[in-house]
Structure formats: structure tokens, C-alpha cells
Nanobody, 122 residues
Framework: QVQLVESGGGLVQAGGSLRLSCAAS????????MGWFRQAPGKEREFVAA????????FYDGSVKGRFTISRDNAKNMVYLQMNGLKPEDTAVYYC???????????????WGQGTQVTVSS
């Protein structure tokens, strides 16, 4: 069963921090590379960060490198995104999913959770 539940978003001032959490289906995702993606109003969904299943390798978009840190706890079926030094341009709905390809539903459509809203005020 596909399960992706993001949480931890909120409204913060520029320079603040948030820690996003993603609860994923262990059976489906525990051995998959996982990533965080975001979609700002009027923009396409974009890649933010990813981690291999073991957590030994991580990848970041240049816009967040040095500020964001992805981590995972496979035993708890959780993926995290620690966001520091937030900027207004980080404002978006954040989603987690398998990486690099989103998980598919039984019917072949990309599956996305509800995401969690991150709003950074100036």
C-alpha cells in the first residue's frame, strides 16, 4: 500500500528553521532511495534533496545545499529534511517520494502525498 505522509511545515521568518518529516510505507519504501521535492505557486515541482536507502549518499539542489539536510531512519520508516537559513524563495509545498522516480500507483500514475506547506516570510 502506498503511504506518504509529510508533516512539519509551517510559517517561519526568513533565517528560521523547520524540520520536515515523511512517514513512508516501510514495505514499499524502506529500501528505496528517497527524496524531497517542492512546488511553489505557479511553478513546476522541483527536486530538493535525496538520500540513498542506506543514507550514505545524499544529493541536493544547489539552491539548498549547505542549508538543508536530508536524513532517514529506515527502522522507523521516516525521512527527514532539516531546513536551516530559510529564505522566502523556499516557500512551497514540500513532498517526499522515491527518488529519482516517484512511486507509481497500481494504475501507473505518479503518487504524491498531500505535502506540507512551508511559508517563509521576509
Amino acid at each position: 500500500q502506498v503511504q506518504l505522509v509529510e508533516s512539519g511545515g509551517g510559517l517561519v521568518q526568513a533565517g528560521g528553521s523547520l524540520r520536515l518529516s515523511c512517514a513512508a510505507s516501510g514495505r514499499t519504501f524502506s529500501t528505496h532511495d528517497m527524496g524531497w521535492f517542492r512546488q511553489a505557486p505557479g511553478k513546476e515541482r522541483e527536486f530538493v534533496a535525496a538520500s540513498t536507502w542506506s543514507g550514505d549518499s545524499t544529493f541536493y539542489d544547489g539552491s539548498v545545499k549547505g542549508r538543508f539536510t536530508i536524513s532517514r531512519d529506515n527502522a522507523k520508516n521516516m525521512v527527514y529534511l532539516q531546513m536551516n537559513g530559510l529564505k522566502p524563495e523556499d516557500t512551497a509545498v514540500y513532498y517526499c517520494n522515491t527518488y529519482p522516480q516517484p512511486i507509481r500507483t497500481t494504475y501507473g500514475y505518479d503518487y504524491w502525498g498531500q505535502g506540507t506547506q512551508v511559508t517563509v516570510s521576509s
